[in-house]
């Protein structure tokens, strides 16, 4: 079958590369029938040097993998919807499918060329993103034949991002061109200096290595700079990665510094509270991207009360039929509340599969910015943002309102508070439920950067523990300083040490500074605590 | 406390296991034929293993309504070894012992592989197992249906060295011994293939990593050196997930530092919103998307046996499939499910695999398999690429590790030796990464 097939082809380009047809456009995409890459690479290539105004919509329809060739090796654009278009004509198809049509191969590779291809061809086009996106991939890939093309941009460009973008490109081919001049080369080193970033310093090195002994030198003295901004951006990322990584540790252990650091309940399933958070809203989504699609950008805004809810009801169910009896036994309140993870693990096994579910990242939360020389991914800066609200939130409820005021009275001195008049039993499952319906919110941010499933909690049991009693037990204030001074504690370690290594020395670290400070960085002081 | 339950435990499996041979002798009387499964039902690992046991039992049901086996029908006994890799040895001797399986499908992970294997060789069981690995094994009583590393890492490497170009390696993985092994032999199969040290960079993180941060941006860092950059990642199970979101959210394209991954299939990309990754690379000997008559066929039972239209196939469903299939064969052929007959009769068995062609057993106990290489599309399948012309027969011991390469494997009688040096013609050869 596949040597059958072999043949038809074969026959099929001498076919083709004898002098019967006309046009030459079509002699070129005839080639897109071939089943080698090299091939194809090739083709489009002399797609893109041929000019044919037809070509961005053919290259475009290839990138998305919905170009399609018949056996008498005309192509066809097929639309979402199944429709087929003629690619050269643009007309729609109407009638028989034509024979033996099948898509045009892509890969890697495929696209890369059609990526660079597209930048010459959208080097003058009307959108000025087009024209960025193509001055990016003209820079990534320089091609001195390209040289005159983008002076004439440059010379048209009135948007200055896209014109610094243009020059950058020009300085690129500049330095990849063997005969430019070296005070042009020189100049070039200039621009790249300016931009500074990685791909900047590659280039450089590589003029470094191998350009004239001026443009090695201006290269050389580049690099030097570059390199020392470079460094200090350096520190910057990780101390934001950091901070991001501190976020998600504070999210994760906001509701253990309740449960655990004000009523001094050992709660092992705390980490499951998250898991049925994210898995809210998983729920959540699904159920906004069936009755609202326009509102699935924001499903995420749903699912926090819907999540706070679930938690804190779970939380206070959890309260009343199990840890109230164990209260001031904190060996039996630990299995309990282990066994319980455990049960609640395999039920959401047993509800939700074994598999993963897909909570899908919103558009508003997908994507990175720069910052200077840092790179700002959105979910991230948005988990920050969270983080620090919830926190805020939360020392508002403690400080502020009345529920607070009970809370912090009956966990200093139950027996007076009662007397007081303050249902004391009733206290007890609400501080429970908000902290659990705390980290229901924490699964809602959790679930965008990692795994909806049965065992997402487990992962962060550890580390809330960690956090919260480095920070000092019952003290909120300590859990923000204890996440973020771990976050980026980590972070700075983790490029010098490596991930596991670096875990590991946090870890000793934090150990010995136990035996030096058993209450942590902020310890709780007063007549409650000896008591 | 917990161990002397355990020795308990098992000094009463002892004790049933040698009142039934002694009492029960006409052992023919039992009219079923029990096949064990021993797959994590809960734990980290269920998330994969569930789906295996599920095929398991759809695989007997169906030999089951062709009529059994040897006029017998089949019963599957399946346990739950819970992820606890101590637990599988435990679960391991039930099968063998209590409940005398015929044969065992089982394990995921190289340390629950290497967990039991004591006890199949102690009982001359028989286990299947269908999980690519790292190779530098080779057992008589296992039959290793998944890929061993030139099944599946070697040419993933060759295709991005040949067509995508690559110059410079990112060997990324998770902390254990399949990583660790594989990258051992992949480094030292780049370096026979004439790339530097320094355009190779190698980083491990813990099971079930989540903050990629740092190494993503490392990645890129090491990517924006001039030369084409590739990932191998042998990251595995859950930390998955969030290492692609954040290369989609960091902005590095496929295009531009392409992933290949060898334990990132059809299951795990269901649980991952594809659209950013496609282009990104798996390598496996099956995928959904490969249109046979026999993958259809395949897909449409496993649709109608799960009761669920959107489930996917995978790679190590497929060497079940061909495991159970060669089994069946085997016993057919020996006409008995006596482990000794079993095995002697499983080398040389050659059954159709699902993506149109024939893979074999060969007398390592590893079999042949075609090679594929797949970008991931939007919808959460693989285009395939890339193939092999032919079929690649499994290399226990890998040709490119110091100490492993004069190792063979050979199982067929009078050699019957799974670790043969060929320099010192001794059996009994030791392999630095097997250590």
Not at chain 1, 62 to 69: A, K, M, P, R, V
Not at chain 2, 409 to 417: I, N, V
Request: glycine letters at 10%; charged letters at 20%.
């Amino acid at each position: 079958m596949n040597r059958f097939l072999r043949l038809i082809l074969l026959l099929a380009l001498v076919c083709a590369a004898t002098p019967g047809r006309a046009d030459p456009v079509d002699d070129i995409l005839a080639g897109f029938a071939s089943t080698s890459y090299a091939d194809i690479e090739k083709t489009i290539g002399a797609l893109a040097a041929s000019g044919d105004a037809a070509a961005p919509a053919i290259l475009d329809a290839l990138n998305d993998g919905l170009l399609e060739i018949s056996s008498d090796k005309k192509l066809y654009i097929k639309a979402e919807d199944g429709s087929l278009t003629d690619a050269r004509s643009g007309a729609a198809v109407t009638g028989d499918t034509p024979l033996g049509l099948k898509p045009v191969k892509v890969n890697n590779r495929v696209r890369r060329a059609i990526e660079a291809a597209m930048g010459q061809m959208t080097l003058l086009s009307p959108d000025p993103a087009k024209r960025l996106n193509a001055a990016a991939s003209l820079f990534h890939a320089p091609d001195p034949a390209q040289l005159p093309a983008v002076e004439a941009a440059i010379a048209k460009e009135s948007d200055p991002a896209v014109k610094r973008a243009f020059e950058e490109a020009r300085a690129a081919i500049v330095l990849a061109k063997p005969d430019a001049a070296d005070p042009d080369k020189i100049a070039a080193v200039a621009v790249l200096e300016a931009r500074g970033d990685e791909d900047a310093k590659s280039l450089l090195d590589a003029a470094a290595a191998s350009g004239s002994p001026p443009v090695a030198e201006a290269a050389k003295a580049a690099l030097g700079k570059i390199r020392r901004e470079l460094a200090m951006w350096g520190v910057a990322q990780n101390v934001y990665y950091g901070l991001s990584l501190g976020s998600v540790l504070l999210l994760a252990a906001i509701g253990l510094a309740i449960t655990f650091g004000v009523m001094g309940v050992i709660n092992m399933a705390h980490g499951e509270m998250v898991m049925l958070g994210a898995y809210t809203t998983y729920v959540v989504q699904q159920a906004v991207q069936s009755a609202a699609p326009a509102l699935a950008d924001y499903a995420l805004v749903f699912a926090i009360p819907a999540a706070f809810i679930v938690g804190g009801v779970a939380g206070i169910a959890i309260e009343r039929s199990i840890i109230r009896f164990l209260y001031g036994r904190p060996l039996e309140t630990l299995l309990a509340t282990f066994g319980l993870s455990l049960v609640l693990q395999q039920a959401m096994r047993s509800l939700f599969g074994p598999t993963n579910r897909e909570v899908s990242n919103p558009t508003w939360m997908s994507g990175s910015m720069d910052l200077g020389g840092l790179a700002i991914t959105y979910n991230r800066f948005w988990i920050i943002l969270f983080s620090i609200a919830i926190f805020a939130l939360l020392t508002l409820v403690l400080r502020k309102t009345s529920f607070g005021l009970r809370m912090r009275a009956v966990t200093q001195n139950r027996r007076m508070a009662a007397s007081m008049g303050i249902r004391t039993g009733w206290i007890d499952s609400l501080t429970f439920g908000l902290g659990s319906g705390v980290a229901g919110i924490a699964g809602v941010a959790l679930s965008q950067i990692d795994n909806v499933s049965p065992n997402l909690g487990q992962s962060y049991i550890i580390d809330s523990f960690m956090v919260v009693v480095f920070g000092g037990v019952g003290n909120l204030w300590g859990t923000l300083v204890g996440a973020m001074s771990l976050g980026v504690a980590n972070k700075l370690l983790e490029p010098v040490a490596g991930a596991v290594l670096g875990k590991i020395v946090i870890l000793v670290l934090l150990v010995l500074f136990i035996q030096r400070r058993p209450r942590g960085l902020f310890p709780v002081k007063g007549r409650a605590v000896e008591a | 406390m917990r161990k002397g339950t355990g020795k308990l435990a098992l000094a009463g499996a002892l004790a049933c296991g040698m009142a039934w041979t002694a009492g029960a002798a006409p052992a023919s009387a039992e009219d079923t034929i029990k096949v064990g499964i021993l797959h994590s039902l809960s734990g980290t690992m269920a998330i994969s293993e569930t789906t295996l046991k599920d095929v398991m039992l759809m695989l007997i049901d169906e030999q089951n309504k062709k009529g059994g086996l040897l006029g017998k029908k089949l019963e599957a006994v399946v346990v739950d070894p819970a992820s606890n890799w101590p637990l599988f040895a435990e679960k391991a001797k039930q099968l063998l012992e209590v409940d005398k399986v015929a044969a065992v499908f089982g394990c995921w992970t190289s340390v629950s592989r290497k967990s039991v294997l004591p006890v199949f060789e102690h009982d001359n069981g028989i286990l299947f197992y269908p999980v690519q690995y790292e190779g530098e094994e080779s057992s008589r009583n296992v039959f290793y249906t998944g890929a061993a590393p030139n099944q599946q890492a070697i040419p993933a490497v060759d295709y991005l060295m040949n067509e995508e170009g690559v110059k410079r390696w990112v060997l990324e993985g998770t902390d254990y011994v399949y990583p660790r092994t594989t990258n051992k032999i992949l480094e030292a199969y780049l370096k026979m293939k004439g790339v530097p040290a320094e355009d190779i960079m190698i980083n491990y993180t813990p099971f079930g990593f989540s903050d990629w941060q740092t190494e993503v941006s490392n990645i890129k860092k090491f990517g924006s050196a001039g030369k084409k950059t590739a990932v191998v990642s042998t990251i595995n199970g859950d930390a998955n997930v969030p290492f692609y979101k954040e290369l989609g959210n960091q902005g590095i394209k496929a295009t531009d530092i392409p992933v290949v991954a060898f334990s990132v299939g059809e299951e795990e990309l269901a649980g991952l919103d594809t659209k950013p990754l496609v282009g990104h690379l798996a390598a496996w000997n099956y995928f959904e998307s490969i249109d046979t008559p026999e993958n259809k066929a395949f897909i449409d039972e496993w649709h109608k046996f799960i009761k669920n239209d959107k489930r996917t196939t995978n790679d190590p469903m497929e060497a079940h499939y061909i495991g159970f299939n060669m089994w069946v064969k085997a016993v057919e052929k020996a006409g008995t499910t006596d482990p000794d007959a079993v095995i002697d009769a499983m080398i040389g068995v050659t059954v159709p695999n699902l993506t149109g062609g024939y893979s074999a057993m060969m007398p390592n106990h590893h079999i042949t398999k075609p090679v594929y290489i797949g970008e991931i599309q939007a919808d959460g399948q693989f285009d395939t690429v890339w193939q092999t012309s032919g079929l690649v027969p499994g290399d226990e011991w890998s040709d490119y590790l110091e100490g492993s390469k004069d190792l063979i494997s050979d199982w067929r009688k009078p050699l019957s030796c799974g670790n043969f040096n060929v320099k010192t013609g001794k059996c009994g050869g030791e392999s630095v990464a097997a250590q």
